[in-house]
């Protein structure tokens, strides 16, 4: 058995103890130690239980943690204990034990049963005299227990036992021998790697001296002593010349890479003609971090000497080391037989080219297609040269029609600027193909003073106009007004042929100038049946209300019946956008006297039945009474009503009344009885419907509503209606405002209260504009409609996020399932929090299935100088040394990023040189401000790229690069996937092809370097999280900690470091919630990691 399982074994019991009640009376302290030296396996083992729960509690209280290492120690040295009791005392050691206890233990060495035991336990123990003892070891032990006590003092990194470690590899005992260099890779100083690179072991130990060889250069290269540098490139150039695997070789040429540029350069060039497709792939990666023109030129040299495959590598490498030397190589790959290699070469050639490249790229583009068409528009859209646009435009003037065509593409695709002169003369070619991508492009780059020029192309153009009208659309929309828009197309329309009005009406209608309105409507009566068309398309198409009457009155007296019907769609959606209901019924109630035949009754019928609208229904149910339509009005009210079903369940059940008592049909009768019952019952979780939009009026009386009730001297200054309402208040006054949240209404809810904001975890607001001098208080409504499951809690926070205090306590919603209605509180916010002009509001889900708010209100006190709630405790004020830390958090697919920030940031400030700051936006890592801070903690995970997720991580390279720190938590392995550079800053990253993690659950996790600042003095703890086993990459790293998978029985770092140029990276898997963040060594962890990145001591003194 491993010794790490007999403390797992004692923690799982402890894990279980609570479990059981015996109904026995409760065991003192001295009770429980007096039953210890008795105790045998199979015994009943209730004060062991009752012990180790004392030493848990006890590991950090100083005076009872050395009261009970003593108590434990005594029952060691007792000749009379049993060996399962003094294998247990070693085991509780390892959690108090102090060096008093170390010349016990080391007696123990010589005790054949509880020698393991005993080394075990001294390894644990911090401090030179365990070390001592176990340094005895060596000249006194053979065999298994050698191998024991080399292994421990390798695992401490004891600096004094490397002489004597160094003379067991020459041990005839090839365990010994391999542990002793497995032990002088973990030491890893320079007399250590000395050692080893003058070793020679047996070829089946071999790969333990390599692999000992790698750790200790790793290890070397990332503490960044110069002096150690000339000993770490040996090892590397050991491990590379080695017979070891492909990949482990590999390691070693990266890390020569790293350390030495120099060294490194002939090796990876010689590995680039390798027929070993990994070593040649892995030599191109390389390239990137050897600089100069002469890798540059030996990479030329070796390019066409590679396969398509190392071509395709190489080139990529090539565009980016942007040394333009390359560029004739590249130009002369364009014309390769492989498809792939020419499209790398066409990138490559846009990468480190001139702009003269442009017709020739711009001819590629033409005359090709697939994988190389491709290519060659992406380059002309990317190719890098000052003078690009200036060469593009002169380029595009002339040649070829089918090449000035692309060109005129990548115009576009760069918005290109000046190029509104080219792109006219252009757009009056001969050649269509030109034309179109000219009108194209000045969609996107066009300036206003080409607006008239356009609209006179459009009134001499013919055929396919579509291309003109886009960019009349996109040019004129940079015009002032809709007058100035309409102006040009009006006097165009009234000059134009017949042919070419109805593209002109079209466009002119998308103006909605009154202007416009009267040529429009001027048109209807036009004696060309195209134009007559186009104008009633227009009416219909109208961006507002305005020609409401026209559309009614064609609905009714066109003389097509496709006018009619276009006509009254058109009227039917400007009545659909209306926002006053009672004007809204005004609209649909006037289509009712323009039916007066039974055709056009059937053709208002079939249309009405598209309108989802309380209104539309009462227009088709009042045609119930007539028997020449009964059956189509019939079939409207059912189709409207099954539209209205989500949104407004009352009209749907008066309605459904009303068919059943008018229409005597069974099949009708069966369908309206149907839907009556669904409307009856509540609606479901997820039944949503339509969010009405804002109205000032409904938000006005609401306001006025809450302002009743508002506590004696104050007053209501912002109230927002959840789901209509997005922001409330003036300029230079209080403003409350929605942050993070969606809209919803749920079906057949009244607006008040069944309108809210929701997410899965937390709905914020914020407040600003706020008076220093005054008192604020938080109203708010919630009601859980559709559930009787949530519960919430509500937070108060500084504008920024310092500080964050809690106002309401985990609160079970009313559920309106039950039938409960919504309830509504009004609670202080600690003035402390406002006297910065702003805070912000989370309202935190504590239960199922999310979080929801119905009304969200603010209050300000009429009086300055009002007091906050009685002792209400002084802001804390900040160290003005203290280090500056970001959380950059904001987004992640899988875990609760809002319920970990703040518990990090506490957690993290308990050390006083640390002030923490939160930023809900990883696009932020972009940001110049981000050198201000000295620490970045990457607490985010996104599922998709960033906005700035390339730029924001060559940002943060800079960052650490010059001097500051990053920290990773957790999920933030995962971060910046579309920068594939991150892992230089990391460390280790996320690979999705592994498998992700254990089960969550308990676990032990195990410090393997005591000597580090991070984790010296810290030994083992345990925790309950999700234990990270798809940690990926070859940057040089130096592991701290390490858990063994109870998956697959490995071990898996959960906390390491790397440095990256000037800088430092803390790294620890650890921290899927608040509750593991919580764990004591969790918390010391995150703590040291970050001072120590920040550039302090990791203990404060």
């Not at 059981?20 to 210890?36: F, K, N, R």
């Not at 997820?686 to 009026?697: H, R």
């Not at 406002?834 to 209100?857: D, K, L, M």
């Not at 592991?1039 to 000037?1062: E, F, H, N, R, W």
């Amino acid at each position: 058995m491993k010794p790490q399982a007999f403390v797992g074994v004692g923690l799982l019991l402890l894990a279980f103890a609570p479990i059981a009640s015996t109904g026995e009376a409760p065991l003192t302290l001295d009770q429980a130690l007096a039953q210890v030296p008795t105790y045998d396996y199979g015994q009943p083992d209730r004060a062991l239980h009752f012990l180790e729960l004392e030493i848990v509690r006890a590991a950090t209280d100083a005076p009872r943690k050395t009261q009970l290492a003593e108590r434990l120690g005594a029952i060691l040295a007792d000749p009379k204990a049993t060996h399962a009791a003094k294998v247990w005392c070693c085991q509780q050691l390892l959690l108090v034990g102090t060096e008093a206890q170390v010349p016990i233990l080391a007696k123990l060495l010589d005790d054949e049963k509880l020698a393991e035991m005993a080394r075990f336990t001294l390894e644990g123990i911090p401090g030179e005299a365990s070390l001592a003892a176990l340094r005895t070891c060596l000249d006194r032990f053979k065999g298994m227990p050698l191998v024991g006590a080399v292994n421990s003092l390798g695992i401490r990194r004891d600096a004094k036992s490397v002489a004597a470690i160094a003379r067991l590899l020459t041990s005839s005992d090839p365990l010994v021998a391999a542990a002793a260099a497995e032990a002088l890779g973990k030491i890893a100083n320079a007399e250590a790697a000395t050692a080893l690179a003058k070793a020679h072991l047996p070829p089946k130990q071999m790969g333990a001296l390599q692999d000992a060889q790698l750790r200790c250069a790793q290890l070397l290269a990332a503490a960044g002593d110069a002096a150690d540098a000339p000993i770490a490139q040996k090892l590397y150039e050991q491990v590379w010349a080695s017979n070891r695997p492909v990949a482990w070789r590999l390691a070693g040429l990266v890390g020569l890479a790293k350390v030495s540029k120099e060294k490194a350069a002939p090796l990876v060039l010689d590995a680039l003609g390798s027929d070993d497709p990994l070593i040649q792939a892995s030599a191109v990666q390389l390239t990137k971090e050897l600089p100069g023109e002469k890798v540059t030129a030996a990479l030329v040299q070796r390019l066409e000497k590679l396969d398509p495959k190392g071509q395709v590598l190489l080139l990529g490498v090539l565009a980016e080391r942007g040394d333009r030397s390359a560029a004739p190589a590249a130009l002369r790959l364009i014309e390769a037989k492989d498809d792939a290699v020419r499209a790398a070469a066409i990138r490559a050639t846009a990468a480190l080219g001139d702009s003269a490249l442009f017709p020739r790229l711009g001819a590629l583009a033409a005359s090709e297609r697939g994988l190389v068409q491709q290519a060659a528009r992406s380059a002309l859209a990317a190719l890098n040269a000052k003078d690009a646009g200036e060469r593009l435009l002169a380029a595009a003037a002339e040649g070829d029609a089918t090449v000035r065509a692309e060109l005129l593409r990548a115009i576009a695709a760069r918005r290109t600027p000046h190029a509104t002169p080219l792109l006219l003369k252009a757009a009056a070619d001969p050649d269509e193909a030109v034309r179109r991508a000219a009108f194209d492009a000045l969609a996107v780059v066009g300036t206003p003073d080409c607006y008239p020029k356009l609209v006179e192309s459009l009134a001499a153009a013919r055929g396919d106009t579509q291309a003109i009208e886009r960019a009349i659309l996109a040019v004129g929309a940079q015009l002032p007004s809709p007058a100035d828009r309409a102006t040009p197309l009006i006097a165009a329309v009234k000059s134009a042929a017949a042919a070419a009005k109805p593209p002109l009406l079209r466009v002119l209608g998308a103006t909605g100038s009154p202007a416009a309105l009267t040529t429009v409507r001027s048109c209807l009566s036009d004696a060309d049946a195209g134009v007559r068309d186009a104008a009633v398309r227009a009416l219909a198409a109208w961006p507002d209300a305005a020609p409401a009457p026209d559309l009614l009155a064609l609905a009714k007296n066109a003389e097509s019946q496709l006018h009619r019907v276009i006509a009254l769609r058109g009227y039917l959606r400007l009545a659909g956008e209306v926002k006053d209901e009672a004007a809204r019924l005004r609209m649909l109630e006037a289509i009712r006297p323009i039916a007066t035949t039974a055709d056009s009754k059937k053709l208002l019928l079939a249309t009405l039945g598209e309108a989802p609208d309380a209104g539309a229904l009462q227009v088709a149910l009042s045609f119930l009474d007539d028997t020449e339509v009964k059956p189509e009005a019939a079939a409207a009210v059912l189709r409207i009503a099954n539209a209205l079903l989500a949104s407004d369940r009352a009209a749907v059940r008066n309605a459904m009344k009303t068919l059943i008592e008018k229409v005597k049909d069974e099949a009708v009768s069966k369908q309206a009885e149907a839907l009556h019952d669904q409307a009856l019952k509540p609606p479901r979780a997820g039944g949503a419907a339509a969010v009405p939009d804002y109205d000032k009026k409904r938000s006005e009386g609401m306001k006025a509503d809450v302002a009743t009730r508002a506590p004696k001297g104050y007053k209501v200054v912002c109230y927002l209606n959840c789901g209509p309402d997005a922001s409330d208040g003036e300029k230079g006054k209080p403003t409350l405002r929605v942050g993070d949240a969606q809209p919803y209404r749920w079906a057949g809810a009244d607006i008040r209260y069944g309108t809210v904001f929701f997410t899965g975890d937390a709905v914020t607001f914020d407040a600003t504009g706020l008076n220093p001098k005054k008192a604020y208080q938080l109203g708010f409504s919630w009601w859980d409609c559709d559930h009787d499951t949530r519960a919430q809690s509500v937070w108060a926070a500084t504008g920024k996020g310092e500080k964050t205090t809690k106002l309401v306590d985990k609160t079970k919603l009313p559920s309106g399932a039950k039938g409960e209605k919504p309830a509504e509180k009004v609670v202080p916010i600690p003035q402390q929090l406002t006297v910065g002009g702003s805070v912000r509001i989370t309202f935190r889900n504590e239960a199922q299935p999310n979080c929801v708010v119905s009304e969200v209100w603010l209050l300000e006190s009429e009086a300055e100088g009002v007091q906050g709630e009685p002792g209400a405790p002084e802001p804390k004020k900040a160290d003005p040394n203290a280090k500056k830390v970001l959380i950059v958090t904001g987004v992640d697919s899988a875990h609760n990023w809002r319920a970990t920030m703040r518990p990090l940031a506490d957690l993290l400030e308990k050390d006083p040189r640390l002030s923490c700051t939160i930023v809900e936006d990883p696009n932020f890592l972009a940001s110049d401000e981000l050198h201000s801070y000295d620490v970045v903690v990457i607490h985010f995970q996104n599922p998709k790229p960033l906005e700035k997720g390339v730029e924001g991580g060559k940002n943060l390279l800079k960052f650490v690069e010059g001097g500051k720190g990053v920290v990773v938590v957790h999920f933030g392995c995962g971060a910046l996937r579309e920068w594939p550079d991150f892992v230089k800053v990391a460390g280790r990253v996320w690979d999705p092809k592994m498998r992700a993690h254990d089960p969550r659950g308990p676990f032990k996790v195990n410090i393997t370097d005591v000597k580090h600042p991070i984790t010296e003095g810290m030994t083992a703890f345990d925790t309950d999280d999700e234990l990270y086993t798809c940690l990926a990459g070859d940057t040089p790293v130096q592991v701290l900690a390490i858990a063994t998978s109870k998956v697959d029985k490995k071990d898996y770092p959960m906390a390491l470091v790397t440095t990256v140029g000037k800088g430092r990276c803390f790294h620890c898997a650890l921290g899927h919630d608040a509750r593991a963040l919580s764990f004591p060594g969790v918390s010391e962890l995150y703590r040291r990691g970050t001072a120590w990145a920040a550039g302090l001591p990791p203990v404060a003194k």
